[in-house]
């Protein structure tokens, strides 16, 4: 398996603009987690699912942020609008079950924001 | 959520043995200790866990102290592949019935030639 697959790599927008991360897991895992992480937070954990369904959006920061997993291979992070102090690592992870299971992360996606 | 508290940073020489402590003192008895570490410019990825007794995998040790409020993640010998930000993590469990990692500022493990 190639692991978690994230796009782009690496995006640079302006202040106001849409950006749309996305995330492919890894085949047969169950769980999907969005994380962000900067050098003032460190790594957080921003939402979660389960069989496609969000399950934890506490960590959402707030409206501007929106995720969704319209299928078992896929899921988008999208933050409209953006803004500067959205720049940060956002990582996506998958797991195969509930309890004490290995997180695999993908190679996350670099956001700055002008 | 517990806590742990782990120092800043550490150096090894490369090819000796490197401990890492981690300090939980308020860990509760179902909350399993995991260690991660992430590679520069990577994401995070796993390294081992534990819930009681020491564990070993072909990566790491995990040393559990009998009260459980400390453990130590023991590499063997390290190179300098190792060299990495460690988190040792407490999982709990939500409201929603899943486990939760909340990541801390981890040790930034330095190797020396």
């Known amino acids: 398996d190639a692991g978690v697959i994230q796009s782009p790599r690496h995006e640079v927008t302006e202040m106001g603009q849409e950006v749309t991360l996305r995330c492919k897991p890894i085949?047969?895992?169950?769980?999907l987690f969005w994380y962000r992480q900067t050098m003032m937070r460190g790594l957080e954990l921003l939402i979660y699912f389960n069989n496609n369904v969000p399950i934890d959006d506490s960590g959402m920061p707030e409206d501007r942020f929106s995720a969704k997993m319209p299928n078992a291979s896929f899921s988008t992070l999208k933050i409209q609008p953006s803004e500067p102090r959205d720049s940060a690592v956002y990582f996506c992870a998958s797991s195969l079950g509930v309890l004490y299971n290995e997180q695999f992360f993908g190679p996350g996606t670099r956001l700055t924001v002008l | 959520d517990a806590k742990t508290t782990q120092p800043n940073s550490m150096e090894s020489n490369e090819e000796e043995p490197v401990h890492l402590p981690c300090n939980h003192s308020?860990?509760?008895?179902?909350?399993?200790i995991h260690w991660y570490r992430q590679l520069p410019s990577q994401g995070p990825e796993y390294v081992i866990h534990g819930l009681t007794s020491n564990v070993n995998n072909r990566m790491a040790s995990l040393a559990i102290a009998e009260d459980r409020k400390s453990s130590t993640l023991i590499l063997h010998r390290a190179t300098l592949r190792d060299a990495a930000v460690y988190y040792c993590i407490l999982s709990s469990i939500s409201n929603f019935g899943n486990e939760k990692l909340t990541f801390g500022t981890g040790t930034r493990l330095t190797i020396i030639p």
């Open positions: 308020t860990i509760s008895g179902t909350d399993y």
């Open positions: 085949s047969g895992h169950d769980y």
